[in-house]
């Protein structure tokens, strides 16, 4: 009986590669993982021309460098296992970009067919595609397929019976320059000198990691006879700058391939490409970022006025109502300064809330923000920072629960953990109100500044605090990521609006919970023991105010916004709706306004160590909660708060004793 | 309209803008420039920035377009479109500002308010217009409907 012929299946992500995989070997299949991770291993068997294929489905991957679980998993198959023949799946109507694989794929030196997918889309839209010529170019079939229908199936398979039968590798190789050939050529002299290497790995191939400064082939050699020979060799090289010479060379050689392939496959720029050609410009992208968020933050404050002003019209006649009909004096207290206060003074800030979440919307609508992380990602790796945890950092702009459990995304767990551990310090929708009573109470015109500021803090401490985290408590490097861009569109408005309800609705339940409950006992704690004066530091809030107004003094801040504080550990909008309350705001913000403007105890430079160390001070209950649970321990979470009040209060102290040299009020 | 136009209004606006946002920034620490009050400058380091931001991108534009980079006319488009974007930021800003002052406030709005309104990123941003009303179709007939 003859032997089974072993088939690779690889290819980037979404090329149609498990349809393809599904048509070839039915329902003889079998899912497991690969040894040692958790990537799910597909293999299965196929019956014909008399012979058994066997087919494993290697994981979407765009390369074979070893950023990646996936992409480890897929070359350590094609290298270790050596399977017969290699079947790439090519999504026709993205050439480029997944020949790109191809060039690597052919390093390997095993046998590699083409399974040229999607042609129906691509000749769809106009190209034309040669794939006789392309199969000269590279020196391997390429058979036209059509995953759904099993068209070009057959061919497939005779095209894998006859390749493996002839058992050739394939040796065409890609020249990279002078500089790169001559190095690639001594570090292969020096590899072969080692008799257990060169039947394991294509020497030039492991050369060329090499100087690609792969660490897992970096690590197979050292431990080999030839490991300080080669280490000698690199001392001097500049891996990076080598890593993306090569990439050039690769796609310098498809550019060459294309156009004698196919018609149109290189198509003139679109209206996609030129805004990108813009925004991820090495020099302009990330002042273009900083302008659009600053211009959001800016709208945010501006036009949310006249709304923010009818609200404090509505809940100031609410309260005079209160005042001049409701019986009991405590009831009307409770109602005035309690509820009217406490959750008026918190429902004003609704409309700065939506305004927030419909620009956002627009630009996450518009296929912007994808850029933002890719525009960013280029900064975090280059200080060895994870790039795929910039989205998580964009949706913590919302909500910082969301956006860390979306860190679930990230494979490597050092990655993630850092990813969490900085979440907190982006500053979500529930900061905003803090930020836009102080900011626009003590800053005027300047408020839209000063809140852009604070949200460029949370940004700059949290990537620091990530810098910190992976030179102390969690070594190690980061990995790259490869993100596919969407297309740019004009947003609907409607898709817009309801971006921004389903996100600002939350808000508004929490004001009908959480923070009419907070209100509430805040009103208690600022009422009893009977007899006292309402927010008097007789009070219960006033005597734990007290008790802790040693710890904010140095920040410039007295024992009402300590209490605030205390409180904003369960919401952070608590923290503006208890001083509400304190103030004995019954009039919405406006009076609040007033009254903090008027406290003897609070300056220009306080105010902006209550908005730092809000920004910074701790994640809030819920927030915690998820921390717990995406961590798996309660020590992480409790490292999260400690770590997060050391940060806020030094930094506090520091702008208020910067501030109060220039500002004056320290 | 040619490239050769595309280049000059890239050069012309990129530069305006510039040095808008040059004054825009050192009116912080020097107030007191007569032209400044009748060009509407008045000392803002961020609103500095992003006329700085516009203008450069503008710029850029011009450069890759002299040397024959058909691609920089992206950034001419790009230009246009934050100059519109910020323009229009600056425009609701002050609408809002008035209404809350008219419907809440019982301020009457002068003609010395709205002049004090009039500032480069509102005027640089109509000569931008032209430009997008001349090359707009073209820019965005390859984005998508959402």
Not at chain 1, 423 to 431: L, M, T
Not at chain 1, 585 to 588: D, F, V
């Given at each position: 009986m003859k032997k089974a012929i072993t088939v690779a299946l690889a290819g980037n992500p979404n090329v149609g590669k498990t349809t393809l995989f599904n048509t070839l070997t039915g329902s003889r299949q079998h899912v497991g993982n690969w040894p040692g991770v958790t990537v799910e291993k597909k293999e299965g068997i196929r019956e014909y021309s008399g012979r058994t294929i066997e087919v494993t489905d290697l994981p979407g991957t765009y390369?074979?460098?070893?950023?990646?679980a996936d992409e480890v998993v897929a070359r350590n198959f094609i290298i270790e296992?050596?399977?017969d023949v290699v079947v790439q799946v090519v999504d026709a109507s993205n050439l480029e970009r997944n020949l790109y694989l191809t060039m690597q794929l052919a390093e390997l030196g095993r046998p590699v067919i083409i399974a040229l997918n999607m042609v129906d889309v691509a000749e769809g839209r106009g190209d034309t595609i040669d794939e006789k010529r392309l199969a000269e170019l590279l020196a391997m079939p390429v058979i036209r397929t059509v995953g759904t229908s099993g068209e070009g199936l057959l061919d497939l398979l005779d095209a894998v019976v006859a390749i493996a039968a002839k058992?050739?590798?394939?040796t065409h190789t890609i020249g990279y320059g002078d500089d790169a050939e001559a190095l690639i050529s001594d570090l292969v002299g020096i590899l072969d000198?080692?008799?257990?290497l060169a039947p394991r790995y294509p020497l030039r191939w492991l050369a060329v990691r090499l100087i690609e400064g792969d660490a897992d082939i970096r690590r197979v050699v050292s431990g080999s006879s030839v490991g300080d020979a080669v280490s000698a060799r690199l001392a001097d090289i500049d891996f990076d700058e080598y890593e993306a010479t090569l990439a050039d060379k690769r796609y310098e050689a498809i550019g060459a391939i294309l156009p004698q392939a196919c018609t149109?496959?290189?198509?003139k720029m679109t209206g996609s490409d030129m805004i990108d050609r813009v925004v991820?410009?090495?020099?302009?992208g990330i002042p273009i970022f900083l302008a659009l968020m600053w211009g959001a933050f800016q709208l945010t404050f501006a036009v949310a006025e006249p709304f923010m002003a009818g609200i404090e019209y509505i809940f100031g006649w609410l309260g005079e109502g209160v005042a001049a009909s409701v019986g009991p004096e405590w009831l009307a207290s409770l109602l005035g300064d309690g509820v009217i206060g406490g959750v008026g003074g918190v429902l004003v800030f609704v409309p700065n809330i939506f305004i927030l979440f419909l620009i956002l919307s627009i630009l996450e609508g518009s296929g912007y923000l994808a850029r933002g992380a890719f525009i960013m990602d280029r900064l975090m790796y280059a200080i060895g920072?994870?790039?795929?945890?910039f989205i998580p950092m964009l949706m913590g702009f919302g909500c910082n629960v969301p956006a860390i459990m979306s860190t679930?995304?990230?494979?490597d767990e050092r990655d993630r953990l850092i990813t969490i551990l900085v979440?907190?310090?982006?500053?979500?929708?529930?900061?905003l109100p803090v930020y836009i009573l102080f900011a626009g109470v003590f800053?005027?015109?300047d408020a839209g500044n000063v809140i852009f500021g604070m949200y460029i803090l949370g940004i700059l401490v949290a990537i620091l605090s990530a810098k910190l985290f992976r030179s102390t408590v969690l070594p190690g490097e980061s990995s790259p990521f490869i993100m596919e861009m969407p297309p740019y569109r004009i947003p609907t408005l409607k898709n817009a609006l309801l971006n921004m309800w389903e996100k600002g609705s939350t808000y508004l339940k929490k004001a009908g919970g959480i923070i009419l409950i907070g209100s509430l006992i805040v009103w208690f704690l600022a009422s009893y023991?009977?007899?006292?004066?309402?927010?008097?530091?007789?009070?219960f809030a006033g005597m734990i105010g007290k008790f802790v107004e040693p710890l904010v003094a140095p920040l410039g801040l007295d024992w009402k916004i300590a209490v605030a504080l205390i409180f904003g550990f369960?919401?952070?909008e608590i923290v503006v709706s208890s001083l509400g309350v304190l103030y004995g705001?019954?009039?919405?913000s406006a009076a609040l306004s007033d009254a903090l403007l008027a406290d003897?105890?609070?300056s220009a430079a306080g105010a902006l160590a209550v908005m730092v160390f809000v920004l910074l001070y701790m994640p809030c209950v819920a927030t915690l909660a998820v921390i717990k649970k995406e961590t798996g321990s309660w020590r992480w979470a409790g490292f999260s708060v400690l770590y997060g009040l050391v940060v806020a209060w030094s930094l506090a102290f520091v702008t208020f004793h910067v501030a109060g040299f220039f500002l004056g009020g320290a | 309209m040619s490239e050769y136009q595309k280049r000059i209004f890239a050069a012309l606006l990129g530069v305006l803008y510039l040095l808008a946002g040059a004054a825009t920034i050192i009116a912080v620490a020097?107030?007191?420039?007569?032209?400044f009050e009748v060009l509407g400058i008045s000392g803002d380091p961020a609103g500095g920035f992003i006329l700085i931001v516009i203008g450069g991108t503008l710029f850029y534009g011009y450069l890759e377009l002299s040397k024959g980079?058909?691609?920089?006319?992206a950034f001419l488009h790009v230009g246009i479109a934050l100059a519109l974007v910020f323009g229009m930021i600056q425009l609701l800003s002050t609408g809002a500002e008035f209404a809350t002052m008219a419907l809440f406030e019982d301020e009457a709005i002068t003609l010395g308010m709205l002049r004090e309104e009039i500032v480069p990123v509102l005027y640089l941003a109509l000569i931008a217009l032209a430009g997008f009303i001349a090359w707009g179709k073209e820019f965005s007939a390859g984005l998508l409907r959402g």
């Open positions: 390369s074979l460098t070893a950023y990646s296992d050596r399977p058992g050739e590798k394939h000198d080692d008799p257990d149109i496959c290189v198509r991820t410009n090495k020099y302009l920072l994870p790039g795929k945890s679930r995304t990230i494979e979440n907190p310090f982006i500053s979500c929708g529930a900061r800053f005027g015109r023991p009977a007899g006292v004066g309402y927010g008097s530091e007789e009070s369960v919401a952070k705001a019954e009039e919405g003897p105890a609070l | 020097i107030p007191e420039i007569g032209i980079i058909h691609e920089g006319v």
